[in-house]
Nanobody, 124 residues
Framework: QVQLVESGGGLVQAGGSLRLSCAAS????????MGWFRQAPGKEREFVAR????????KYADSVKGRFSISTDNAKKTVYLQMNSLKPEDTAVYYC?????????????????WGQGTQVTVSS
């Protein structure tokens, strides 16, 4: 079993930055894929970024490419999402997720464990 706890959300003005953290506990393995997703009011949950615990194989949604950066700290079992140049359309609840199967990619249904989410609000 894996537990995920997100933190770091908040209110920021457009153009600002935030760093989200996702602390993992329980059994995690190097092949696990760690992802960040977000869900805005009235919209479906969407993929933002993913990485594996070794720190490789990163991928980003086109909407955040060049602005967001995902990384891991294996010693702390923590995944980060650095968000720069934030836009009002980035406003959403951000979720951390862990995929235990090989070959996990961008689909919500591919991930086995989820955090409770952290709110990010970007004002214009």
């Amino acid at each position: 079993q894996v537990q995920l706890v997100e933190s770091g959300g908040g209110l920021v003005q457009a153009g600002g930055s935030l760093r989200l953290s996702c602390a993992a506990s329980g059994r995690t393995f190097s092949w696990y894929t760690m992802g960040w997703f977000r869900q805005a009011p009235g919209k479906e949950r969407e993929f933002v970024a993913r990485i594996n615990w070794s720190g490789g194989n990163t991928k980003y949604a086109d909407s955040v490419k060049g602005r967001f950066s995902i990384s891991t700290d294996n010693a702390k079992k923590t995944v980060y999402l650095q968000m720069n140049s934030l836009k009002p359309e980035d406003t959403a609840v951000y979720y951390c997720a862990a995929g235990a199967s090989f070959g996990v990619r961008d689909g919500v249904h591919e991930y086995d464990y989820w955090g409770q989410g952290t709110q990010v609000t970007v004002s214009s």
